[in-house]
T-cell receptor, first 114, second 112 residues
Framework: AQSVTQLDSQVPVFEEAPVELRCNYS??????LFWYVQYPNQGLQLLLK??????LVKGINGFEAEFNKSQTSFHLRKPSVHISDTAEYFC????????????FGAGTRLFVKA | DSGVTQTPKHLITATGQRVTLRCSPR?????VYWYQQSLDQGLQFLIQ???????AKGNILERFSAQQFPDLHSELNLSSLELGDSALYFC???????????FGEGSRLTVL
């Protein structure tokens, strides 16, 4: 069974600074990888996804992530954050085992300070 | 707006009661997923349906059940409610088997 570990529960950062949110996963089969963002009192929305191909994937709002198969990681990065990026970020892994059971990490709270 | 509609948005009930949460997926999406989000458990996968059939099951209690109807809407039934069932319940839908999920805004259940 797959699992996802988000290594930081909270990441405080100053506005315009770069940020990296770390995610490691484990699975015995090929997986699809995702990052979702959740703003207060809202549902989750997809930031970016890795299905196959290039290991560097770009998403919305200037975010990107790199799939590293040997390290089983899928870290999320942004070169310069804004106050509006303050939210909860979830890494997710999905295995195709007849049905797509997508498992989420515990989440990382990104807090951008002025 | 993800296109996934969940009702009700808020629900307050008492222990021992039964509630039904409803979800309408995005137009064209055949897969529906249910998740429970709580502070102590995080986002837990409950169950997935594809075109009316159960396809994957997660940490869903026996007191909980779900189904997907021919018009593709889904209902999550929670019975014999306990205080610990208080949580945000999300429905999501996805196009074919891509794993990419589109979430509704959730139904917040409070059990008193």
């Amino acid at each position: 069974a797959q699992s996802v570990t988000q290594l930081d529960s909270q990441v405080p950062v100053f506005e315009e600074a770069p940020v990296e949110l770390r995610c490691n996963y484990s699975s015995s089969v090929s997986v699809y990888l995702f990052w979702y963002v959740q703003y207060p009192n809202q549902g989750l929305q997809l930031l970016l996804k890795y299905l196959s191909g290039s290991t560097l994937v770009k998403g919305i709002n200037g975010f990107e992530a790199e799939f590293n198969k040997s390290q089983t990681s899928f870290h999320l990065r942004k070169p310069s954050v804004h106050i509006s990026d303050t939210a909860e970020y979830f890494c997710a892994v999905s295995e195709n085992t007849g049905g797509f059971k997508t498992i989420f990490g515990a989440g990382t709270r990104l807090f951008v300070k002025a | 707006d993800s296109g996934v509609t969940q009702t009700p948005k808020h629900l307050i009930t008492a222990t021992g009661q039964r509630v039904t949460l409803r979800c309408s997926p995005r137009s064209g999406d055949l897969s529906v997923y249910w998740y429970q989000q709580s502070l102590d458990q995080g986002l837990q996968f409950l169950i997935q349906y594809y075109n009316g059939e159960e396809r994957a099951k997660g940490n869903i209690l026996e007191r909980f059940s779900a189904q997907q109807f021919p018009d593709l809407h889904s209902e999550l039934n929670l019975s014999s409610l306990e205080l610990g069932d208080s949580a945000l319940y999300f429905c999501a839908s996805s196009p074919v088997f891509s794993g990419e999920l589109f979430f509704g805004e959730g139904s917040r259940l409070t059990v008193l």
